[in-house]
Nanobody, 115 residues
Framework: QAQLVESGGGLVQPGGSLRLSCSSSANIFFFNDMGWFRQAPGKERELVATINVGGVTNYVDSVKGRFTISRNGAVNTIYLQMNNLKPEDTAVYYC?????????WGQGIQVIVSS
């Protein structure tokens, strides 16, 4: 079972930027897709962005033009560059990896957007 470890979260002011990283213990090209989800207090977990093995990306409408998902196979890591952050982006962000019927989640990392 692969392990995923997120890093890069924290407190940022509105309009600021953060880059999240998700380091995988397995080769990231082993997975059919990887992505980022988030869960705000009192809300359900929602998809933020995904990238499949072919490099095709997908974003939730609310982050399009602000967030970018990318990957580096040399270090088995995916990233989420978050620009122009808004208070409504505040949430715990989770990394997810899927292969066949198996899904692996990271432990989550807090992002707080506040002045």
């Amino acid at each position: 079972q692969a392990q995923l470890v997120e890093s890069g979260g924290g407190l940022v002011q509105p309009g600021g930027s953060l880059r999240l990283s998700c380091s995988s213990s397995a080769n990231i090209f082993f997975f059919n897709d990887m992505g980022w989800f988030r869960q705000a207090p009192g809300k359900e977990r929602e998809l933020v962005a995904t990238i499949n093995v072919g490099g095709v990306t997908n974003y939730v409408d609310s982050v399009k033009g602000r967030f970018t998902i990318s990957r580096n196979g040399a270090v088995n890591t995916i990233y989420l560059q978050m620009n122009n952050l808004k208070p409504e982006d505040t949430a715990v962000y989770y990394c997810r990896a899927r292969v066949m019927s198996r899904t692996t989640w990271g432990q989550g990392i807090q992002v707080i957007v506040s002045s």
